[in-house]
């Protein structure tokens, strides 16, 4: 069973859909005993991380993500709470990754928000198997993960982010492979064999 996390921050529907296609089962709650007991977790999310982490601290939920030893998977806004801090309403978020998330900075020549499909590179993860550097998908954000240690793929948009981060059992894309066709159903795929 996959938990995927209800915590107010939209984009159920895309990742249920995404979900259904590949024949999954999953619940999306904000329980923390159910969470704590699904095989998968994802934690999808649009909008606005300080929010986002107002959200989870209402729902008493900063420290069941923490505490999960399970695969757990952080879309956009999801990936970007499981940082160090966002810049996005000076938030504190929950430390899992080992890097902070920036604001594009208004000097860049590219469009922000990066909106559209863009290609991701570095690839080194079994979240990423059977994908080619160069793979397209797609992203709507202003806010970027710097580059860590934690770093498993990146992308360049007026300059280098991490596409993607994985610490431990902990995963997360700064695109949204829900709505990233082929590429995107293989990444879910491999997260649903982790």
């Known amino acids: 069973?996959?938990?995927?996390?209800?915590y107010k921050m939209g984009n159920l529907r895309s990742v249920e859909n995404a979900l259904h296609r590949l024949g999954a089962n999953f619940v999306v709650t904000a329980d923390?005993?159910?969470?704590?007991?699904?095989?998968?977790?994802?934690?999808?999310?649009?909008?606005?991380a300080a929010e986002a982490m107002n959200n989870l601290r209402e729902a008493r939920l900063v420290e069941v993500i923490n505490d999960l030893r399970r695969p757990v998977l952080g879309i956009c806004v999801g990936m970007q709470v499981m940082c160090q801090h966002s810049e996005e309403g000076d938030?504190?978020?929950?430390?899992?990754?080992?890097?902070?998330?920036?604001?594009?900075?208004?000097?860049?020549?590219?469009?922000?928000?990066?909106?559209?499909?863009?290609?991701?590179?570095?690839?080194?993860?079994?979240?990423?198997?059977?994908?080619?550097?160069?793979?397209?998908?797609?992203?709507?954000?202003?806010?970027?993960?710097?580059?860590c240690q934690d770093t498993i793929a990146t992308t360049h948009h007026g300059l280098m982010f991490s596409a993607a981060l994985k610490y431990e059992?902990?995963?997360?894309?700064?695109?949204?492979?829900e709505k990233s066709g082929d590429v995107g159903e293989q990444i879910l795929k491999n997260f649903l064999t982790l």
């Open 32 to 48: 923390p005993a159910v969470i704590r007991k699904a095989d998968r977790v994802l934690l999808p999310g649009v909008g606005n």
């Open 91 to 147: 938030a504190e978020c929950l430390g899992i990754f080992d890097t902070k998330v920036r604001r594009f900075p208004h000097s860049l020549t590219e469009k922000v928000p990066h909106m559209g499909w863009n290609s991701i590179h570095n690839l080194d993860s079994k979240l990423l198997r059977n994908l080619q550097g160069g793979a397209h998908v797609y992203y709507v954000h202003s806010y970027y993960p710097e580059l």
């Open 169 to 177: 059992n902990f995963y997360g894309t700064q695109f949204h492979p």
């Open 1 to 6: 069973m996959i938990a995927i996390i209800d």
